[in-house]
């Protein structure tokens, strides 16, 4: 009777723990947990893909301790789901590094290099906050392969002066002036988050509501 009574009780137990792990995430809440943005487009456009853009600073020191967090929620999403990291070119010392990021992106070594940077920034302090040179950065990029002359010449390309403006018009079309902040497919900014948890979490119930609205049908 024991056994029984205690094999009637696991049962009881996995069925409801199977229960909740199939109940869908609540929907998000249009106007406390994002908004729309009119005529929002992604920042880098990808077939099949659902953009989820960070904005960003390397001088952000939020930035800096949400990046390890949003690089493990990177990790785990499906083949449909394309983080785009997108540089705050808010002006004054935070230019240099958004130009430094699009630099580092065009010279393929931005996979080695971003979380270096944080580092360089905010955990080893071998790169300044403010008034950091073009030389400096050279120096950085060059311990990962870049020769100076390649990236000194590269950050001031026109190529880096067109993703810059790119920046800032997604930034002025999605009324961004913080960061960090994701915006889901181009058309909705999470708004409201409590936690770095509760942005992922939202951002992940937008993801699931556009996945649904692509496919015709309600998020699951």
Known sequence: MRLRAWLAVAVFASASFAAQAATPAAAPVLGSEYIEIPGGQP????????????VFGYV???????????AAWQARQPADVKLTRVPAPFGGYWLPYAR???????LGVVGK???AMFDALHVNGTLPIQNVSID??????????VKPETFSA????????????????????????STPALIVAGRYKVIGAKSYDDLLRI???LVAMERAKRRGGKAK
């Open 154 to 177: 590269t950050i001031r390309s026109a190529e880096i002066d067109a993703q810059i403006k790119h920046a800032e018009d997604f930034l002025t079309r999605s009324d961004t002036d």
């Open 136 to 145: 400096e950065l050279a120096t950085f990029y060059a311990g990962y392969g």
């Open 100 to 106: 430094a990021y699009f630099a580092a992106e065009r």
């Open 60 to 70: 952000c020191p939020h930035c800096a301790h949400f990046e390890p967090q949003l």
């Open 113 to 115: 290099t971003h979380q």
């Open 43 to 54: 920042f880098a456009p990808a077939p099949g893909k659902i953009e989820v853009a960070e």
């Open 203 to 205: 951002a992940d119930a």
